[in-house]
């Protein structure tokens, strides 16, 4: 009986290690973030208009690339999508 409890217990506390884990896996907003900082713009810029595409209209998402447009010298699409 003592056995089977703590196989009960390694089982609930492994399921809860992998939810864990799950939920600290990073969404497209948060690798094109880091693709910006790690100065990857091309990338970065590719994800973001991604989301911004899907709808995802947020103030990090506008934000990000309109600051990435205008890195790239392309004002006019920056303040389209500010206009957004």
Not at 15 to 21: D, K, L, P, R, T
Not at 45 to 68: C, F, N, P
């Amino acid at each position: 009986m003592l056995v089977k409890k703590r196989y009960v217990i390694i089982a609930l506390l492994s399921s809860a290690a992998i939810a864990a884990s799950i939920l600290l896996i990073p969404d497209r907003r948060e690798i094109a973030l880091m693709e910006m900082k790690d100065a990857h713009f091309e990338e970065a810029q590719r994800d973001y208009e991604e989301q911004l595409a899907q709808g995802h209209l947020t103030i990090d998402v506008v934000a990000q690339l309109s600051e990435l447009y205008l890195r790239t010298g392309d004002v006019n699409k920056a303040i389209a999508v500010m206009e957004t």
